[in-house]
T-cell receptor, first 112, second 113 residues
Framework: KQEVTQIPAALSVPEGENLVLNCSFTDSAIYNLQWFRQDPGKGLTSLLLIQSSQREQTSGRLNASLDKSSGRSTLYIAASQPGDSATYLCAVRWNQGGKLIFGQGTELSVKP | EAQVTQNPRYLITVTGKKLTVTCSQNMNHEYMSWYRQDPGLGLRQIYY???????DKGDVPEGYKVSRKEKRNFPLILESPSPNQTSLYFC????????????FGPGTRLLVL
């Protein structure tokens, strides 16, 4: 069965720290992987989308990497800020169809 | 402003009373999808649509119906709601499935008594 797992479920760090969020998936033959951010009581905002042919994508302080052979993706956040506090979700598509599987998310808290 | 809108945002209803949650996007997207989010279970896909008149089941379609008669609208229908359908529902749209990002609506919080 195709599954997506995110560990840890929650993470608390002091402001300024660099941090890594993890996403692992069964079945390495993915089509693409996407990272989202969700603020409490709000919808999801797309952060980065990595196609299966790509190794990483960057946007500002965010860098997402993809290692299909090990079934893993990481989201690296540099110089974390309190405004980065949110839940981060990864989602995997295994083919060009519309089916999308989400991980359960990592709730990040950045303390001032 | 490019956006996905959902209505209503909050709804309390009773078991068995049919309801519809509307979703509309103004970005001319072909792809639209419905998800539910539950504590401990995360976000799960209910139905998706690749284009007008084309819909497919996601992971948890039981108890739900959808239709895609026009490109901009993708309503979610609960013919006979039950308490286990109490959840937070999100609609999303995207320009081309699998190749570009999805844009999410603000969510509809549903309570079925």
């Amino acid at each position: 069965k195709q599954e997506v797992t995110q560990i840890p479920a929650a993470l608390s760090v002091p402001e300024g720290e660099n941090l890594v969020l993890n996403c692992s998936f069964t079945d390495s033959a993915i089509y693409n992987l996407q990272w989202f951010r969700q603020d409490p009581g709000k919808g999801l905002t797309s952060l980065l989308l990595i196609q299966s042919s790509q190794r990483e994508q960057t946007s500002g302080r965010l860098n997402a990497s993809l290692d299909k052979s090990s079934g893993r993706s990481t989201l690296y956040i540099a110089a974390s800020q309190p405004g980065d506090s949110a839940t981060y979700l990864c989602a995997v598509r295994w083919n060009q169809g519309g089916k999308l599987i989400f991980g359960q998310g990592t709730e990040l808290s950045v303390k001032p | 402003e490019a956006q996905v809108t959902q209505n209503p945002r909050y709804l309390i209803t009773v078991t068995g009373k049919k309801l519809t949650v509307t979703c509309s996007q103004n970005m001319n997207h072909e792809y639209m999808s419905w998800y539910r989010q539950d504590p401990g279970l995360g976000l799960r896909q209910i139905y998706y649509s690749m284009n007008v008149e084309v819909t497919d089941k996601g992971d948890v379609p039981e108890g739900y119906k959808v239709s895609r008669k026009e490109k901009r609208n993708f309503p979610l229908i609960l013919e006979s709601p039950s308490p286990n359908q109490t959840s937070l529902y999100f609609c999303a749209s995207g320009r081309r499935t699998g190749e570009e990002t999805q844009y999410f609506g603000p969510g509809t919080r549903l309570l079925v008594l």
